[in-house]
C-alpha cells in the first residue's frame, strides 16, 4: 500500500508544482501520471507506482511491458524519497579530464588573434599553444570544449559598419511612401540599378546526375566574357525590365538609361535609385535638372536593400545564373530575358515597409 507523506514542494524542475488539492503522495502521483507537460520516463514511473498499490507486480510489469524488478525500484524508491524519488539519480559519469583553468585559457587563446603567420586558429594550433601553457590536452577534448560552448574559430562573419546618415529615416520613408501610392494609382515609381560584370562561364564537360538525383557539374570551365544588364521594375505592377549594358556603366551610358525610361514612361515619374557613382556623377545630375518631372529618391548609404530592384537581382542569381550552362554572352542575356518574361506573367505589385526608429 502507498503510505501518505507530506507534501513534495521543492520537486526539482522536471517535476512540475503540484496544486494544494494534492496534500497526499498518491494525489500527487496522480497529477504527475496525468500532467501533459511532464516527460514521459516520470509519468511512467507514476503509473507503475499507483498501479503497484492495486495489484502485485508481476501484474503491473506485464500490464505496462516492463519488469518486477524495475517496478519494485520505483516503488522502493517513492517510498523513501516521497515525489523526488521519480527523479533520475545523479550519475558520477566520466571524470572531468581537466579543471575549469584549462577550459578558461583554451577560450582566451580562442578568442584571441592568433600568432605567427597564419590568420585563423584551428584545433591543432591551439592544442599545441595549449601544451605551451603546460596542458597536455588533444585536438578532440579542444574540438568538443570549443563546440560545447558554441565557438567556431575557423569561420570568418563579415559585417560592414554602416555609416552615420542623418537622412536614413527619411530616406527610407520617402521610398515607403512612394511605393505604397504607387500601388493606389498616384505618379509612377520605377526602381533602377545596374548588374555589372555577371561571368559567363562554360563547363568543359557536360552535366550529370548522381544516384540521389542532384546534379553533377565539373568545376572547370572556360571564361567567355561578362554580362551587365540595368535592371528597371515597376513598383506599381511589380514587372521586370533587364537591359542589357553594350558600354561601359559610366554617365553617358546611364544618361542613355534614362532617356528610355523616358521614352517608355514619360517625363512624370519617381526613379528610385541608390548613391552609385555614374546616378549622382555631373552629367547624370545635370540632365535630371533639365527634367523636373523626374523625381529621384536616393537610398542611404549602405542600405541599397531599400531599392526592390535588389531583391529581383536576388532572384535571378538563384534561378537563372549560379547554376545556368551558357556557352557566349548572347546566350546568358537570352536565358535572363526568357526568364523575364516568364516572371511578368505573373508578376505582383511591389510591397516595401520598414519599421522606422521611433
Not at 542611404?300 to 531599400?306: E, L
Request: charged share 25%.
Amino acid at each position: 500500500m502507498i503510505k501518505d507523506a507530506a507534501p513534495s514542494v521543492a520537486v526539482g524542475t522536471a517535476l512540475p508544482t503540484m496544486p494544494r488539492t494534492a496534500e497526499t503522495i498518491e494525489q500527487q502521483l496522480q497529477y504527475v501520471a496525468a500532467h501533459p507537460g511532464v516527460a514521459q520516463r516520470h509519468a511512467l514511473r507514476a503509473r507503475l507506482v499507483l498501479a503497484a498499490g492495486q495489484d502485485s507486480l508481476r501484474a503491473v510489469a506485464a500490464a505496462h511491458g516492463t519488469t518486477r524488478n524495475t517496478v519494485r525500484k520505483w516503488v522502493r524508491r517513492v517510498a523513501a524519497e516521497g515525489l523526488e524519488g521519480l527523479l533520475d539519480a545523479p550519475r558520477s559519469g566520466r571524470p572531468v579530464l581537466y579543471p575549469d583553468d584549462a577550459v578558461l585559457d583554451l577560450v582566451s587563446l580562442a578568442t584571441s588573434k592568433r600568432p605567427g603567420p597564419y590568420a585563423l586558429w584551428t584545433h591543432r594550433a591551439l592544442r599545441d599553444a595549449m601544451w605551451n601553457l603546460n596542458w597536455g590536452v588533444t585536438c578532440s577534448w579542444v574540438s568538443t570544449t570549443l563546440n560545447a560552448l558554441g565557438l567556431r574559430v575557423h569561420r570568418v562573419r563579415g559585417w560592414i559598419h554602416r555609416r552615420p546618415d542623418p537622412d536614413f529615416d527619411a530616406r527610407v520613408a520617402a521610398v515607403q511612401r512612394a511605393i505604397a501610392g504607387a500601388r493606389f494609382g498616384a505618379r509612377p515609381v520605377l526602381s533602377l540599378d545596374e548588374k555589372t560584370s555577371d561571368p559567363v562561364r562554360t563547363p568543359v564537360r557536360a552535366d550529370s546526375r548522381a544516384g540521389d538525383g542532384s546534379l553533377r557539374r565539373e568545376f572547370d570551365y572556360v571564361r567567355k566574357g561578362t554580362v551587365s544588364w540595368y535592371g528597371v521594375q515597376d513598383c506599381a505592377s511589380g514587372a521586370v525590365e533587364m537591359v542589357r549594358a553594350r558600354s561601359r556603366m559610366d554617365s553617358a551610358a546611364f544618361i542613355e538609361v534614362l532617356e528610355h525610361l523616358q521614352e517608355v514612361h514619360g517625363s512624370d515619374f519617381v526613379l528610385i535609385m541608390d548613391n552609385g557613382s555614374a546616378h549622382t556623377s555631373r552629367a547624370t545630375t545635370a540632365w535630371l535638372a533639365e527634367h523636373p518631372g523626374i523625381e529621384v529618391l536616393l537610398t542611404p548609404k549602405h542600405a541599397s536593400w531599400v531599392n526592390p530592384i535588389e531583391s529581383v537581382f536576388g532572384i535571378v542569381t538563384r534561378q537563372v545564373l549560379k547554376h545556368g550552362w551558357f556557352v557566349t554572352a548572347e546566350d546568358c542575356d537570352q536565358a535572363v530575358q526568357d526568364w523575364v518574361e516568364e516572371r511578368n506573367r505573373t508578376h505582383r505589385p511591389v510591397s516595401f515597409t520598414w519599421q522606422l526608429a521611433a
